[in-house]
């Protein structure tokens, strides 16, 4: 067999397909396509270890496109290959070529960008958004050492999106983890969208960045197959080697290979038409003859199969309570004592998780210590299920991406303030439909010394506009859970474990008087009554419970029949509530410790959707906080203490 010549036919082939599904759906990007066709074409039809029959198997060699709008190239191999696709794994069909004419279209399973959850399962999450496939591919490059599995990660990244911060956070990463089953492939064509990339991200720019990384790296014409093949060979060999660097290529491609006509500036995300498509084709046909002069009949690819998978190791369906656990730490006196703060329930709970669940993996950005992530670490049992990121937050939670593609149930923690800055990676793996729990600790301003750098005020707001809109399995987004104690904040963190999604918990660095017991049972979706009362309901969560609680024993002594909710989870049972602002006079006040758009707007949707005329007055963080010595001051500074909550009451209740 001439495996250039078959590499070449395949490739062109490949860029045919390309040019004409973007030319159908009148958008897309096939010269980006191009500049992969020969990657693409070595890597699914001779050096992935993988079956088209089933593209999501647990032991297949992974391919994660980060250069997500170069998907055609992909889609166009996969459609050669008959793999099968569709939402439903039982319902699933060979992709054909004449589908790829449905590129982007409303019922399409061949989305602009990847997204497994569309029906497209060969990939593991959903990109595009530049910069970020390279540490969601170093996720599953982590489930698989930790699963003891062989299986080998490719990750085709942009040069001109490894500008992006999160590129050298995940190159790092893979250092610093030594991750030698993953393959950083870095695709030099030269240019961006606007045009020709910096010099910084040139061929041989990269080539020294990755170099000084501590990277063994390989330099090849990305469109020589005979080259190709034998870096990828370099790499396979290398992944089996326990000591090393590991590996990463850079290579030289050309956007719009094959069709001079479009190539350079001015091509990217533009489809040519009509006369100008037929001209890009005859140029391709044209390098057909030129480069498949040696191809014969009989030349073809064989895909090797991907290993058996593994039984999964049992899950234990004990789990202790929150005493017993704080008992087996010699933590009794602390328990004794009444009080404990919520990040601190949350380390223990993850502990007693990761011993009873083998799936559970914990991610931190070098907080442990103060998350209190760090008992898992601490713990000889559980250590090898902790993943210390540093600090690179946008890399953790993509890296929890992968981690779940892979079948893991990750928990990512760092400070609330902190987990801001990845925004964008926490958007993407709820797109991705990853099973992504996110713990945010020193919550709120109650953190006071530390000052408005540290404090999260508009988290809620952000991960409560997923709350919003519906999952690709129908449920919310996101949940957002905020525990008022340390009962609460255990109880939550196992429920977390338990349910396929994401959810973003909010923990607090005080310590808080216990307001519960391990009978309490906690569920998404759900609240506690605190307190009954007739004249006005008063709805809080996390740190603000307990302010609340103040103001409820000054109300009720002034002859003010109040009643309080601990609403800890957003979404919320709206029609229980409503009903209970009902037998409340049809008053409710909200209070909450960071900006607005959370807890109170959250209630007013549920208000405004019933169409009932009931009165909601809220309490939130309306100016910038600064530093002070307690939580009691940054409380009164911010007209959030329980004095402030009376005085809104009474004004609302028109009492003098």
């Not at 709008?69 to 070529?97: E, I, N, Q």
């Not at 030269?190 to 330099?219: C, P, T, W």
């Not at 996110?438 to 707001?461: E, F, K, R, Y």
Request: proline fraction near 4%; glycine fraction near 8%; aromatic fraction near 6%.
């Amino acid at each position: 067999m001439s495996f250039d010549a078959v590499v070449h036919a395949q490739a062109i082939e490949i860029d045919r397909l390309s040019l004409e599904m973007c030319a159908a759906a009148g958008s897309g990007h096939p010269t980006s396509a191009s500049s992969i066709g020969h990657i693409v074409t070595v890597l699914l039809f001779n050096t992935m270890r993988w079956s088209p029959d089933h593209p999501d198997y647990p032991t297949s060699d992974r391919l994660m496109l980060s250069e997500g709008h170069a998907v055609p190239a992909v889609y166009a191999a996969c459609a050669k290959l008959g793999v099968m696709v569709g939402k439903d794994p039982a319902k699933r069909v060979k992709l054909k070529v004449e589908d790829l004419k449905t590129l982007r279209a409303t019922t399409s399973v061949l989305d602009g960008h990847p997204n497994p959850m569309e029906g497209f399962p060969f990939f593991d999450a959903a990109t595009g958004s530049l910069g970020q496939g390279l540490s969601a591919a170093a996720g599953v490059a982590e489930a698989a050492r930790l699963d003891g599995t062989d299986r080998r990660v490719y990750c085709i990244v942009g040069d001109g999106e490894s500008r992006e911060g999160q590129i050298t956070e995940a190159l790092d990463f893979i250092i610093d983890r030594k991750l030698k089953n993953i393959l950083p492939i870095f695709n030099c064509n030269e240019y961006g969208q606007a045009d020709r990339v910096s010099g910084q991200q040139s061929a041989d720019s990269l080539a020294k960045r990755l170099d000084a990384f501590g990277y063994e790296v390989i330099v090849i014409d990305g469109h020589n197959p005979s080259q190709i093949k034998k870096a990828f060979d370099a790499f396979i060999e290398a992944s089996g080697e326990k000591s090393g660097k590991p590996l990463a290529i850079v290579a030289k491609t050309v956007k719009g290979w094959g069709s001079p006509s479009i190539q350079g500036g001015g091509w990217h995300g533009k489809p040519p038409t009509g006369d100008q498509l037929k001209r890009a084709i005859t140029e391709l046909e044209s390098r057909r003859l030129e480069l498949t002069s040696s191809l014969s009949n009989t030349d073809q690819f064989t895909i090797q199969p991907p290993a058996q998978a593994k039984e999964k190791p049992a899950r234990s369906t004990e789990i202790a309570s929150l005493r017993e656990a704080m008992k087996k730490m010699d933590m009794e006196a602390v328990y004794q004592s009444g009080s404990l703060a919520t990040r601190r329930a949350y380390g223990i709970a993850l502990r007693e998780l990761c011993k009873a669940n083998p799936d559970i993996v914990v991610l931190d950005a070098d907080v442990s210590n103060s998350t209190f992530a760090e008992m898992v670490k601490k713990d000889p049992a559980t250590s090898s299920r902790f993943i210390e990121c540093k600090i690179a937050e946008q890399n953790m939670f993509s890296v929890g991406v992968g981690l779940s593609a892979a079948g893991k149930i990750p928990f990512c923690s760092s400070f609330s303030k902190f987990i801001t800055r990845a925004y964008d990676q926490i958007e993407m793996a709820i797109y991705s439909g990853a099973n992504l729990k996110i713990v945010g600790s020193h919550s709120g301003i109650t953190l006071a010394a530390d000052g408005p750098s540290q404090m999260s005020l508009p988290d809620v707001a952000f991960f409560r506009s997923f709350t919003t809109m519906k999952d690709h399995r129908g449920n919310p987004g996101c949940y957002i859970l905020q525990p008022s104690d340390a009962f609460a904040a255990y109880a939550l963190t196992q429920v977390m474990a338990e349910y396929e999604g994401a959810v973003y918990m909010r923990t607090l660095r005080p310590e808080h008087e216990f307001l519960y017991s391990d009978d309490q049972v906690f569920n998404l979706g759900g609240f506690e009554t605190l307190q009954e009362g007739r004249d006005i309901l008063i709805c809080a969560a996390g740190a603000m419970v307990h302010e609340a609680n103040k103001a409820i024993e000054t109300l009720d002594k002034a002859g003010i029949s109040a009643t309080l909710v601990d609403l800890y989870s957003i979404p919320f049972d709206r029609e229980a509530l409503l009903d209970l602002v009902s037998s409340n006079g049809g008053l409710v006040l909200s209070v909450e410790d960071n900006f607005g758009g959370g807890i109170g707007s959250a209630i007013a949707d549920a208000i405004l959707d019933s169409g009932d005329g009931f009165r909601l007055e809220q309490m939130h963080v309306t100016r910038i906080p600064k530093s002070c010595r307690t939580p009691e001051e940054i409380l009164t500074l911010c007209g959030l203490d329980h004095a402030a909550i009376v005085k809104k009451v009474m004004g609302m209740l028109q009492v003098v």
